[in-house]
């Protein structure tokens, strides 16, 4: 029984030999498919944040934390603020930053391949001035020493609109361009008037001069003006006692104008690593806050930059279906999966349709080689002198049995034997006629 399976089961061997060459073939599409069509996100990406102890620094390394727990590696980048970020953004500098409302048009965004991953939270205009320097509203700041923040932050540009609204020119006022944080050591050290800040009241700053003593904070009572003046703007309302109920600070409400802090990506960024940013700022800003409802933010509302459609899909539906349940990368390699399933139908189906046929051919030509034994055999015959053809004959005889031997021992698949056996009764047909030649030719000798 051995010795039959051995020579009668089914060639897996051919098989592979047959097949290999179209399965490396095919392995080979589904790689360059899975790689190059729609690579793989990538490890690494740079965000551009902000100032020192601003809140754009703060959410930053919320992102990179979140990230880093999917395997993303988020390299922070500080800034001086808004408008420095764009110029990193459409420099390439940057994958990701965060930008303020009213930085750049939607013209300009999509010259420059930008795209909203939604708005994140209002940076209300901060006003803040010393206790002593007595203003009322914006044109009482003339000659005053007012620090407008470092060009490239969004706090200078904003300021200078809101300025202009009010009759006022820059010049007119003692400006400086510090930091925030060496500014604030000015302002308490009275060598300036006052600063501007627009920032989320995150920002660790902003909650120190709150609660300072000899530092007010200016109220925008025409907060609702401004906000039809610059539409970027909302209006916000810092409530009494926010900042401490038991001491309440601030005394009364404080009415702001605030643009809206969005996260900004390049066009090219990879559509997974949109969706997990964009999953990450749910996390990081969904919750209620002074100036947000529960749930507000992140928001496609509120920016001039037209909004990434994974984003846009995130808002209406949720997270993807697959990272709902698995980790990013097994969700990412799932949904990467149907460009292989497209490499596998454009060349499984063809290649399919000539897989059977070569096996056949490769099986039987195991049997069909030997006829071509079998025709040298009958020519040596043919070709055989009279005075020779006993010799002939015996040696014709002798490469048929070794023919033969060889023959027995093919391993050849059960439903290829009919093959086998006609070989072998041709090897036999061959054998009678040299038999039947050499007894005609034995009188004779």
Known sequence: ???????????????????????????????????????????????????????????????????????????LKPSTGSYENLQRLAAGEADIAFLQSGTTSQDEAERKGLISLGSLFTEPLWLFLREDVKVKDLTQLKGL????????????????????????????????????????????????????FSSAPDAPLIQMLLITPGIKLFDFTQAEAYTRRLPFLTHVVLPRGIVDLGRDLPAKDYHLIAPTATLVARDDLHPALVDLLVQAASTIHSGAGWFQQQGQFPSPKYSEIPVAHEAAKFYKDGPPFLQRYMSFWLANFFDRMWVVVVALGALILPLSKVVPPLYVWRIRSRVFRWYGQLRTVEQALAAAPQEQRAKVHAEQLERLNDIEEKVNQISIPLSFADDLYGLRSHINLVRQRILGAHAEDAPAG
């Open 1 to 75: 029984m051995t010795k039959i399976l051995k020579f009668s089961r089914f060639s897996v061997r051919d098989l592979i030999v047959t097949a290999g060459p179209t399965i490396l073939a095919i392995a080979a599409a589904c790689v360059l498919a899975y790689v190059l069509v729609d690579p793989a996100p990538p490890r690494v990406v740079t965000l551009s944040t902000g100032q020192e102890n601003g809140a754009y620094e703060a959410f930053g390394k919320k992102y990179a934390d979140l990230l880093g727990k999917h395997g993303i590696k988020v390299v």
């Open 145 to 196: 020493r007012i620090n407008f923040g470092p060009e490239g932050s969004g706090a200078p540009r904003l300021f200078k609109q809101v300025l202009e609204a009010n009759g006022l020119e820059p010049s007119e006022l003692k400006v400086s361009s510090l930091a925030n944080t060496p500014a604030t050591v000015e302002l308490l050290e009275k060598r300036i008037d006052g600063l501007v």
